[in-house]
């Protein structure tokens, strides 16, 4: 085992108040790939062909008034890009669920809607941008499982007739303001706050990290963020590999 990974074994060995801050580089373990690498979509009437741009890129397909106004599009791309039903936890997350059974771990805060670490076991989870496993009907809030979404034919419907939408976050939408401040609360008491697959550049991240008053700051992500210079220790390897071997005895 080399130095870093030691020196991680010991910080959470003496740590009872860890918590976790994760993004999309979680779940790539997982076969999930971040959206942000994904194409974004044609239009109806342009076809990809050539060298021709997508028409709307992800960032505005995931937005409110793109569901809103092109709903039926918007599950196109959401469903292709975006579900990944059969993906399954990872080392990371079942590394997680572990340390939080130990009683180390108070909580982990994910940017990730996949609901992967409740499947992996974790029990404290602060989903920031919500999750695909629930799914709400504009009209009447009835709740849906993903199994709905997924076997829709194009816009998902309740039985009221109303348009069923995923509780996830959508770019123009605010964050849901009591699960920003569990999550800025935990960091805030945290003794060691463990940082992994998140560039830290997409808000609210980079803020949240902000509140971190401790002096173990571990960052585990396989490229440069803007929080090197203040972490007290980088590992830029697999995130399942690091936390599964930090954990063996
Ligand atoms: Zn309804």
Redesign the pocket.
């Known amino acids: 085992m080399n130095a870093d990974l030691e020196k991680l074994k010991r910080i959470i060995a003496g740590s009872d108040n860890i918590v976790f801050f994760g993004g999309a580089g979680v779940s790539t373990e997982s076969g999930i790939p971040d959206f942000r690498s994904a194409d974004g979509l044609y239009s109806e009437s342009q076809a990809p062909r050539g060298s021709f741009e997508p028409a709307y890129p992800p960032e505005t397909i995931l937005s409110h008034s793109f569901f809103m106004s092109h709903t039926k599009e918007f599950y196109r791309f959401y469903k292709d890009k975006m579900l990944y039903p059969d993906a399954r936890p990872n080392d990371a997350h079942y590394a997680l669920a572990e340390l939080e059974k130990q009683g180390k771990l108070k909580a982990v805060i994910t940017q990730n809607v996949d609901g992967l670490h409740t499947v992996a076991g974790s029990v404290n989870v602060l989903e920031l941008h919500g999750t695909a496993l629930r799914n709400i009907?504009?009209?009447?809030?009835?709740c849906y499982p993903l199994e709905k979404i997924i076997t829709a034919e194009e816009i998902p419907q309740?039985?009221?007739?109303?348009i069923?939408k995923p509780d996830v976050v959508l770019y123009e939408e605010a964050l849901d303001p009591s699960v920003m401040t569990k999550a800025t609360k935990a960091i805030y008491n945290a003794d060691a706050l463990i940082v992994g697959g998140t560039s830290l550049n997409v808000y609210p991240a980079a803020g949240m990290i902000n509140h971190y008053r401790g002096n173990k700051l571990i960052l585990i992500n396989k490229s440069e963020t803007p929080y090197d210079r203040y972490a007290d220790l980088i590992i830029r390897e697999s995130i399942g590999l690091t936390l599964k071997t930090a954990l063996l005895r």
Do not use: D, K, L, R
Not at 137 to 142: F, G, S
């Open positions: 009907c504009m009209t009447c809030n009835e309740c039985s009221c007739g109303g069923i």
